[in-house]
């Protein structure tokens, strides 16, 4: 999200009137300091800036401590500049999370830590905040320097806050504002290359007792569908994008009411803009469309299967109410034997999750699409089929786990038990196929966690062998629902676990993590086949890399020998960023595939990867006996077969 926002502030900041600096500012280079001590000149240029930018997180305190300790040496550092060469420093200001969370703190003290704080719901209002920034520290005093607050400090958090008007539009659609000068279409030149982040909405509302995001990001809220895949066509049929990632707090909580949809620029003067909204609508329709088609099938697959998932979730919302207060509901539109504190809408024309990612895939055909970060509650049986029946959208889940205990879930008001956990997994994986790559997300010592109820979460770990992990020891947040409730009431959320026991209780997580994706390494990697996205360079001379359809890192030397789109052969310095490559795997290492590149497969965009390399040569028109010696005999589990769901997705 930070990446997205960063997106977001350079578009603000580039229409008020400034340019990024290109670089670090010498000021923060080691060659500055050594220039300094030996009394030698530099390249004073590149400390010219005028804003110095810190977008920050707080989900865990680490986090905060390493931004204090960059903003005390970088204000240092700018300053010792500045004397030297007698200039301005620049104004610092702090962004994000961090800035929600601390608020006025880092603008205390006689050598305060920033200059300016702006919280994420307030970037519009990042410019003035620089100017009263500038103007304090010249001693002038403006109509803005006054009231209960600091004037330059923002941290309001908005109900309705999604920058949708800061993404790009074509660049073939001439635009006018109301002064008749050009609109900027916002597509920047590249920096992110062929993998390009779009944001479709911002806030959490399901407040989990160890989370702080509902307090520094603030509600759940949707973008509007209609500019999400303007977005998304923009940069995948003029900006050059071959991954797209749709990101979000809870991305796949996604939902927003038809009757709600942007339609200002109905009324534009600009026939094509009219044209392109109304063919977008007619995109997003059929997409919804498809999807009610695929709920309705899926709700007749198997009538057992829905009894027990009903006497699950009713386990469930009564263990969780029972534990934690509150009143929690089954969702309809979620998964099955999964519950929520909060009731989203509920009206059959909404557009959620999966029809906006369906309409993203058949509006982008030569672009391949993932998201993060989900909620495992939000992946109904259609988000699974949709996943498994498109092509261009990557077969890779993150379901955040956080623990393995039952007791513990509650604890944090996940909504969920380990089985109705392992119930989704089966399912994925049923769904998708069993090769569908998993990741999580997991807290070691969390309060009052017990030894036995650790021993859960490593056993869950264990079943499931994810393919990657993103493990954590507990870390109280000041504002979560568990910081306000430490000591109080029925339920206790004291921070009791000792330190050094979270240390050993989270090296173990990741011990039986690595034992699993060792074993994934060496028995379901070698010779598996993989489309990549050619990404750039490797880290070694003669090296490329890529990103495969699973998100892992993928490499090889850029001497070896492929087809290319025509069939015949070429050296792989021949790939470009942005190049689709089928790959075999010769050996995985960690999260780092070592492979051979077989083919550049750009005629028709992204597809799923090929079964067998018979599959490819067909792909490629290729004589199949160029690549017979690759044939691994694999056989992949296919998806909505499995569960009796006929895929109908064209």
Same mark, same amino acid.
Request: glycine share 6%; aromatic share 6%.
């Given at each position: @999200? ?6 977001? *502030? ?5 229409? &008020? ?30 400390? /010219? ?32 500049? &500045? ?22 703190? #880092? /603008? ?37 320097d006054g009231g209960e607050h600091a ?5 309001? #958090?908005?109900?309705?806050? %999604? ?9 073939? #659609? ?17 920096r992110q290359g062929p993998m390009r ?47 797209? %990632? /749709? ?7 996604? =939902? ?26 007619? =995109? #997003? ?21 829905d009894e027990r998932e009903d006497e ?5 919302? &009564? ?106 997994? +089966? ?9 569908? &790559? ?21 056993? =869950? ?42 240390? *050993? ?27 990549? =996205? ?17 998100? +892992? ?20 310095? *021949? ?14 290492? @960690? ?8 083919? +550049? ?17 067909? @792909? ?16 992949? *589990? ?13």
């Open positions: @999200m930070n990446f997205a926002d960063a997106d977001v *502030v350079r578009r603000i900041l580039d229409d &008020a009137g400034y340019r990024e600096h290109a670089g670090v500012p010498s000021a923060l280079t080691a060659d500055a300091h050594h220039a300094a001590k030996r009394g030698m000149p530099h390249d004073v240029s590149r400390s /010219l800036v005028d804003v110095y930018l810190v977008n920050t997180c707080a989900i865990r305190d680490s986090a905060e401590t390493r931004v204090a300790n960059h903003l005390k040496h970088a204000r240092n550092a700018f300053h010792h500049e &500045a004397s030297r060469h007698r200039v301005e420093p620049p104004v610092i200001a702090v962004l994000g999370c961090m800035a929600e969370r601390v608020k006025a703190d #880092l /603008l205390k003290g006689d050598t305060p830590l920033a200059d300016a704080v702006c919280g994420p719901d307030a970037y519009r209002d990042l410019p003035r905040l620089i100017d009263v920034a500038r103007r304090r520290r010249s001693g002038a005093r403006g109509d803005d004037p330059n400090m923002n941290v309001k #958090l908005s109900s309705t806050e %999604t920058y949708a008007d800061f993404a790009p539009v074509p660049s073939s #659609l001439v635009m006018l504002d109301d002064d008749a000068h050009a609109v900027r279409t916002h597509l920047d030149d590249g982040l779009v944001s479709i909405m911002r806030g959490c509302a399901n407040h989990c007792t160890f989370c702080v995001v509902p307090k520094t990001r603030g509600p759940e809220r949707s973008r509007d569908s209609l500019s999400i895949l303007r977005e998304c066509y923009v940069l995948s049929h003029e900006g050059g994008a071959r991954e797209i %990632t /749709l990101l979000g707090q809870n991305v796949n909580s996604y =939902v927003r009411a038809a009757s709600d949809a942007d339609t200002s620029d109905d009324c534009s003067p600009q026939p094509s803009l009219r044209a392109l909204n109304e063919f977008l609508g007619e =995109v #997003l329709r059929q997409a919804v469309d498809d999807v009610q088609r695929l709920r309705s099938a899926n709700h007749d697959v198997d009538d057992d299967d699950n979730d009713e386990s469930i919302t &009564a263990a969780t109410n029972g534990i934690i207060g509150g009143t929690y509901t089954s969702a309809f539109y979620s998964s099955p034997g999964f519950a929520t504190r909060y009731q989203p809408p509920q009206s059959e024309d909404a557009i959620r999750f999966a029809a906006l990612l369906l309409a993203c895939s058949y509006l982008c055909p030569n672009t391949r699409f993932r998201f993060t970060s989900p909620h495992p509650k939000d992946f109904p049986l259609e988000l699974l089929s949709v996943i498994a029946g498109r092509p261009n959208i990557c077969k890779q889940l993150h379901l955040p786990l956080q623990s393995g205990n039952d007791r513990v879930l509650s604890h944090m008001r996940r909504g969920y038990s380990s089985e109705a956990f392992m119930q989704l997994v +089966r399912r994925a994986r049923a769904v998708i196929g069993d090769n569908v &790559a998993l990741s999580t997300d997991v807290i070691s010592g969390f309060s009052s966690e017990t030894e036995e109820e650790h021993r859960d979460t490593v056993d =869950v770990m264990r079943k499931v062998q994810f393919d990657q992990a993103f493990t954590f020891a507990y870390s109280e947040r000041p504002g979560t629902p568990a910081h306000r409730r430490a000591g109080n009431g029925e339920v206790s959320f004291v921070d009791d676990v000792n330190p050094s026991a979270k240390q *050993v209780r989270l090296e173990a997580t990741i011990e039986v993590f690595l034992d699993g994706l060792v074993k994934r390494n060496t028995t379901v990697e070698p010779g598996r086949l993989h489309l990549v =996205v050619v990404e750039g360079p490797g880290r070694d001379p003669g090296q490329m890399r890529g990103r495969t359809d699973t998100n +892992r890192v993928a490499v090889w030397n850029s001497s070896a020998v492929l087809l290319d789109d025509a069939g015949d052969t070429a050296d792989a310095s *021949v790939l470009r960023p942005g190049d689709f490559v089928a790959c075999r795997v010769l050996r995985a290492e @960690m999260r780092t595939l070592f492979v051979e590149p077989l083919a +550049r497969i750009n005629a028709e965009g992204p597809t799923e990867p090929p079964r067998t390399c018979a599959e490819l040569a067909r @792909m490629v028109g290729a004589p199949e006996t160029f690549l017979r010696r690759y044939e691994t005999g694999r056989t992949p *589990v296919h998806g909505p077969e499995r569960l009796g769901v006929k895929s109908f997705i064209a």
